[in-house]
């Protein structure tokens, strides 16, 4: 995993140092100095990303307060009230729960935005990359409130931040909350990655906090690194490992359809230890996954000559409304591209894997070479036959030339009879015609050969 943009020059690198710029800049707004404001919002959260850890709820209210200054100073009243509500949200969760009120008494502008009787805003379920740690505005979570922007950050399975984004409301989720970028150093085998999922499935029944989480860590961050084609058992142990990590997140609808689709690819397939006794949460889950409606397939957008397996099966279509596994593999069978894709969610365009057309093709030096004394040779034999042909049309011209020097003298000797002279005439005619053209053309095609080089 690593950040999706560099870091600017002197951004802060741990949670303190990103709370003292929050309170500095928020004097500076305070004190009305815009330009030094605006710029420094701007640069602030250019610099979010490359906090190492995530932020306390308390500071992702300090981020929206800001920006809710900055959309006031900036004529953007439904923009303002947005941030302020999410502030006081955020703000009335955290560890001081009064903040959000001293902050308004600082600000008369922030003041006239604040709705004392606001409504909870709705809240919507988001699919993430698999086992990646999704923080809205400072809590892990599976989901986001709809009409307030929030502060999004994503923590990759192996612990360190992907990326971080002020998300106004509405906005969808950057891609990289679905599709974080992976390092894969080896490859790993599918057999590795099943043993991981029971492991964690394991350890969840036995309340092995650590080794759940260890195992989980195993098979999300070894799943792009596939070395082969999962099977569709392979690709169901995936899917029950992930509707159990949903679960833990009280992200029940999500957990649902990861469950539902684990029991479609492998009916005899269970969750590994006590995790299913009888009337549990997620023993009532499981059964209700057996009885979901089939979800409707959509075509996959994947380049011609590659072969495209969804959970292991040979298609080019996928699930839509539940989470799948598609690879791209060379006829040949080497796997080129493995993603987990969430319920509900868009492939991202696999355009860059297609082969090369043969102009784009850059040809090795010993085929270029090869290529070149083709062409030489192809020259070479061209340059030969306009050479024989000119030689041939001169030799042919001399001879027509001396047909008609023996015509002409035929036709003014004394011995020549008087009805023969017409005849000679023509033939010296004739002769003469044939030698002009056939040396012109001969002396043609060497001017061709000489000023082109053929």
Partial sequence: MA???????????????????????????????????????AQQEASLSCVAEPLPPLDAARLHRNRALLAARSGDPLGAARAVASMRRVADGSEDPGADDRWLVESDTLAGFAKTD????????????????????????????????VVVQVVGPDGSMVDATWLPARQPLPTWVQYPPSACDERQGSAGLVQASRQAETAFANLDVDGFREALRTAATGLPCADGVLSPSEAAAIHRLEGVRLYTLGARDSALRSLQQARILDPLGTIEGDALAPGSPLARLWDQAATASPPPWVPVDAPDGLDVRVDGIPSRQRPATVPSVVQLATPTGRVIWTSYVP????????????????????????????????????????????????????????????????????????????????????????????????????????????????
């Fill in 3 to 41: 950040l999706a943009a560099p870091c600017p020059d002197g951004a802060p690198a741990t949670v303190d140092g990103f709370r003292t710029e929050l309170d500095a800049l928020w004097r500076q707004g305070l004190a009305g100095d815009d330009v030094v404001f605006r710029t420094g919002v």
């Fill in 343 to 454: 319920a509900m969610a868009s492939l991202p365009s696999l355009a860059a894997f297609a082969g090369p057309t043969p102009e784009q093709l850059d040809l090795a030096p010993a085929r270029r070479v090869y290529l070149e004394d083709e062409l030489r040779r192809k020259r070479s034999t061209r340059r030969q036959a306009l050479l024989l042909t000119g030689s041939a049309l001169l030799v042919t011209s001399g001879m027509a030339w001396q047909a008609n020097r023996n015509a002409v003298s035929d036709y003014n000797g004394i011995e020549t009879a008087p009805e023969h002279l017409e005849g000679h005439r023509r033939r010296a005619n004739a002769m003469a015609t044939a030698a002009s053209a056939s040396g012109a053309l001969g002396a043609g095609l060497f001017g061709v050969v000489l000023l082109f080089e053929l």
């Fill in 118 to 149: 606001a409504a909870a805003p709705p809240t919507a379920e988001f699919g993430t990359s698999l086992a990646a740690s999704v923080f809205i505005d400072g809590r892990e979570t599976q989901e986001r409130p709809l009409d307030q922007p």
